[in-house]
């Protein structure tokens, strides 16, 4: 044969290089591409946390048309926090509740669409998704009227006396944490979904030959398999939950009013921006705090 | 593309691919002459892909050139090299039907009217009236004929096969072979295959090179390399070799004498490609003949003796496997006509043959001590066999210790 | 019988729970034909077409709904491509501060809009930028660009490089390559994530509240009108939206599997605000 390998006795080595410009160029298009869309939130996300950290420092003293002078007032959380704590409870009181009964609809409803739904899967998700294509507020100012007093609902609840004859739902804390319930649920179930749909059912049935009880089945295979989109589902949920104030606003009375309704007025009713820039940092603090807790103790960070 | 620079081999010289810390190819040198059918065989994971797509310009070597004749395309893009190829995982268009997908080298070089071509290419890989269809909606094999169809159509100067007809079954696979040798004779296209399988590499090609981590371990004419392989890894990665561990005692005049466990062996000198010290004795399991009485063996053949452990009956010819006294296991093949019966498992048997049958592979004295360097092929050999574990003596060696062996 | 509920009672629960998701809607679309009996009633009156047959009857109303439309058009357009652009890099690029860019991106996510939309307002005021319609904008592109990113970065990592590879190997230069294969198999993906940020836009309330000065939204409108009472048409419009989108669904999933997916991509992308 003529083929030859040259196993040694060939030319000197030389290294490979590509054209210098076209290599450059190429370590600099990521930056390039990255440049518009950073700077934009760098400037209109990140630069007004700046902004709100420093409003909440500024004197109480001052008013929008005065002007606020920075005086690292401190003092504006303790201030803030006192006058305001029970809103704040009641922000993550409700947003908990509210999660709790969003678990217990949307697992089960994931599971049904992921799982046992066949060829009515795509219908049943269009069901789901058929709430967002709709207008938020409008949907919520829906349940005025679901729940309004001359109702029909209510009326039942009172001919079975599970409310009394002058019981009401709506400007009640129930029909606030049914609202945000109602309002966030599919965020939960949505990526619960995703996940439990590329559960292979044959790891059930595997499961259900090994463990044979199906609420074992459940507790060993489905639920861990689906955690990625259960702590996705949950944030997605909260998150938006407990900064909320139109489901207040709308359904409840100044007595079930969220943290949200208070910020809410601060910046835009009583303008006080060094309170209002108070508790909005706060309340991030805090969702904050509890996400990473939350991610850390589940083990995952990469779920959004 | 049609305004190339004159025609010619490719050239490796000295490229390297460094992956971070690992090094997939390995200074590689390699000729491959203009018209040939030249297949690059090797275990998965020896650098073959990395080796086409360096040629093909997707993968940059980390030193080294690649050169077409006189031309040095190292840094030369992808779409401006006369090179394509058809790749391991088809990568067809999935957004394009079948009949683009194949038009797609012609209309990216600006040709109008593809219609005729792409159906003689279609009918070419029997895919004729499939033109509408989307790659998911093909099989496995029709897509890998889409694939190869869609690099043909381009007459390049050098086609690259990564493992083209893996996902074919037998009988079609069979065909292809064909038809891919009838176009390569045809169209006098370079062809560079690479293939897993030993027994494909040495059917289509005029040049096999078996690849080893990184490095050609021996490169020629098929039948040149199975009959007087180069080195332990080459002796069982093309086909199975039986190697047993020894000494070079001396020689006479054509013959190098050679003495392992008790047992003086001849080969002919110019199959020795070591002359002293530690050596492997290589007898391809084929040439090898049984017979059940020792008196039996004719003069002047090379035999061993042992007992069968185990007897394969594959069809055309039979696997017996032989237990030494030292506990190597030996493969033997004898075709299927006139069975003896009183080959069974548990009598002693001896194996005889002819002296220049055998070749001779130095051995690195270090790396010899716990592996007896026995026949089988790992992966070859299976089916339930009591073999391939150290104890039994049945194991393969391990590639890196070959390394200093060639 | 056991066996039997023990296989249906999930598909039960999960019926009776797409009721509850599905119920407001229905009174969206009942009190759409409602000739309310007072301006600040939500109940159930007299049946009438009036308000199908003049929806801007209140003209406030339909000038807020063409401000959203606005608004959304050019929020989607462009965090639809800075977002993309970002997730190009983000994919196919190594660079440093790779996970400074990803906090940046999902900070945005995790943050309650509440307080995105205070900030951006403590910066408007403390700049002395007069707030408006372009002030939405700068809001809604700023929350919208990081679902674009997560939804197109879903869609390219899951494609296979090689068939970049395999059409640089057919002669398609690095643009050929790009208009003929990558954008193409993307495209999807960006359409998705351009629904995804149009429907985030146009529903906003919260950051919009902040930083509107005193242009207005459709949401905007009907929270103001929640206060003086609410005119039926906007049950109209509710209903109408509902429909188009739906209809929208409908369609792509008659175009065939490659639209049905991207129509279903949006709907699973799992983020997404109300
Ligand atoms: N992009 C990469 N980064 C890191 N390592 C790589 C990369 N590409 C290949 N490798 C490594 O280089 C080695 C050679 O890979 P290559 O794909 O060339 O193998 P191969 O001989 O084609 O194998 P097979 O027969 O299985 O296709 C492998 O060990 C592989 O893991
Ligand atoms: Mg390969």
């Known amino acids: 044969m003529t083929a030859l390998a040259h196993l040694g006795g060939t030319p000197p080595t030389t290294p490979a290089a590509p054209a210098p410009d076209r290599r450059r160029r190429h370590r600099l298009l990521p930056y390039l591409l990255l440049l518009p869309g950073a700077a934009w939130l760098l400037v209109f996300f990140a630069l007004p946390l700046l902004q709100l950290a420093a409003a909440s420092l500024y004197d109480p003293a001052g008013s929008l048309s005065t002007g606020y002078a920075m005086t690292w007032a401190v003092g504006n959380y303790p201030d803030a926090l006192q006058a305001y704590w029970p809103q704040f409870l009641r922000s993550f009181l409700y947003s908990a509740i509210a999660l709790v009964l969003a678990l217990l609809m949307g697992y089960p409803l994931a599971y049904a669409i992921a799982q046992k739904a066949g060829r009515w899967k795509n219908l049943l998700l269009v069901a789901v998704v058929a709430p967002m294509f709709t207008s938020f507020l409008v949907r919520t100012l829906a349940w005025k009227t679901i729940l309004s007093d001359n109702g029909a609902l209510v009326g039942l609840l009172r001919d079975v006396h599970l409310l009394g004859p002058d019981g009401r739902l709506l400007a009640t804390p129930v029909a606030v944490v049914l609202g945000l319930t109602y309002n966030f649920l599919p965020f939960l179930v949505l990526p619960l979904y995703a996940s439990l749909e590329r559960l292979d059912p044959r790891l059930l049935e595997a499961a259900s030959d090994l463990y044979a009880n199906p609420l074992r089945a459940f507790g060993r295979v489905t639920l861990p398999l689906s955690m990625p989109g259960l702590i996705a589902g949950t944030l997605l949920f909260f998150i938006p939950a407990t900064g909320d104030y139109i489901n207040a606003e709308l359904l409840g009375t100044p007595n079930e009013y969220m943290i949200g309704n208070v910020i809410d007025s601060a910046f835009l009713v009583r303008l006080d921006y060094p309170q209002g820039a108070a508790l909005s940092f706060l309340l991030m603090a805090a969702i904050l705090a509890i996400v990473f807790t939350y991610l850390r103790r589940a083990g995952t960070e990469e779920v959004l | ?406 | 019988m056991r066996r039997w509920l023990a296989d249906r009672w999930v598909m039960g629960v999960a019926l009776l729970v797409l009721g509850y998701l599905t119920l407001p809607i229905l009174v969206v679309a009942g009190l759409s034909f409602n000739r309310p009996s007072s301006r600040l009633s939500y109940d159930f009156n007299e049946f009438t077409l009036d308000n199908w047959a003049r929806p801007c009857a209140t003209a406030d109303m339909c000038d807020a709904v063409v401000r959203s439309m606005e608004i959304g058009l050019i929020a989607t357009v462009v965090s639809t491509v800075l977002g993309t652009l970002m997730a190009f890099a983000l994919v196919r690029h190594g660079f440093r501060g790779r996970s400074g860019i990803n906090g940046l991106i999902f900070l945005p996510m995790a943050t309650p809009e509440l307080v995105m939309g205070t900030s951006l307002l403590a910066l408007f005021v403390a700049a002395g930028v007069p707030q408006g319609f372009w002030t939405i904008v700068i809001a809604h592109v700023m929350f919208c660009v990081s679902f674009v990113v997560v939804t197109v970065k879903a869609r390219l990592a899951g494609m296979d490089r090689r068939l970049e590879e395999a059409a640089m190997d057919l002669y398609a230069s690095e643009w050929q390559t790009f208009r003929r294969i990558t954008l193409p198999l993307v495209l999807p993906g960006i359409v998705a994530a351009a629904l995804l940020a149009f429907s985030l836009s146009f529903d906003d309330f919260i950051i919009t509240n902040f930083n509107a000065g005193t242009t207005v939204t459709f949401p905007m409108y009907v929270w103001g009108a929640a206060q003086r009472g609410i005119p039926p048409q906007v049950n109209v419009i509710g209903t109408a939206m509902f429909v188009i989108a739906l209809l929208l669904v409908g369609a792509s999933s008659l175009r065939g599997r490659r639209a049905r997916r991207a129509a279903l991509a949006v709907l699973a992308t799992p983020a997404g605000k109300p």
């Open chain 2, 1 to 406: 593309m049609a305004q190339e620079a004159p025609a010619g081999d490719l050239r490796l010289a000295d490229v390297t691919k460094r992956f971070g810390v690992f090094t997939a190819v390995d200074d590689l040198s390699l000729t491959v002459p203009q018209g040939s059918f030249f297949a690059l065989l090797g275990a998965s994971g020896c650098g073959k892909t990395t080796t086409l797509r360096m040629i093909a310009g997707l993968e940059a070597p980390t030193s080294g050139r690649v050169l077409l004749g006189d031309r040095d395309i190292t840094g030369l893009r992808p779409y401006k090299r006369p090179v394509n190829t058809v790749f391991q995982s088809y990568a067809l268009f999935p957004h394009l039907d079948i009949h683009e997908n194949v038009a797609f080298g012609l209309r990216r070089r600006g040709i109008r009217k593809v219609g005729e071509q792409v159906e003689r290419m279609l009918a070419l890989v029997q895919l004729d009236g499939y033109g509408r269809r989307r790659p998911a909606q093909l099989s496995g094999g029709q897509q890998q004929r889409v694939a190869l169809a869609r690099a043909l159509i381009n007459h390049p100067q050098m086609l690259l096969l990564d493992e083209p007809l893996g996902a074919l079954d037998l009988k079609l696979r069979r065909q292809m072979q064909i038809e891919l040798k009838r176009i390569q004779a045809e169209v006098g296209i370079t062809f560079l295959h690479v293939t897993h399988d030993q027994e494909e590499a040495m059917w289509m090609a005029d040049t096999v090179a078996v690849m080893n981590a990184g490095r050609i371990e021996q490169l020629g004419a098929p039948a040149d390399i199975y009959e007087y392989p180069a080195s332990p890894f080459v002796a069982n990665f093309l086909g199975q070799s039986n190697l047993i561990e020894a000494e070079v005692s001396g020689h006479d005049a054509d013959d190098l004498l050679v003495t392992g466990h008790g047992y003086r062996f001849a080969t002919p000198l110019e199959r020795a490609r070591s002359r002293q010290g530690p050596v492997w004795l290589g007898v391809r399991p084929e040439k090898l003949h049984l017979v059940a009485d020792r008196t039996r063996v004719p003069d002047g053949r090379n035999a061993v003796s042992g007992v069968l452990t185990d007897i394969c009956y594959a069809g055309v010819s039979t696997e017996f496997l032989l237990r030494t006294a030292w506990g190597q296991e030996m493969s033997v093949f004898t075709a299927n006509n006139d069975p003896d019966a009183r080959l069974v498992p548990g009598v002693e048997v001896t194996a005889h043959w002819h002296p220049r049958h055998s070749f001779v592979l130095p051995r690195d004295d270090s790396a010899g001590d716990d592996a007896d360097g026995s026949a089988t092929r790992p992966g070859a050999t299976g089916g339930g066999r009591a073999d391939g574990s150290p104890a039994d003596g049945g194991v393969g060696v391990p590639p890196q210790r070959l390394e200093a062996a060639t």
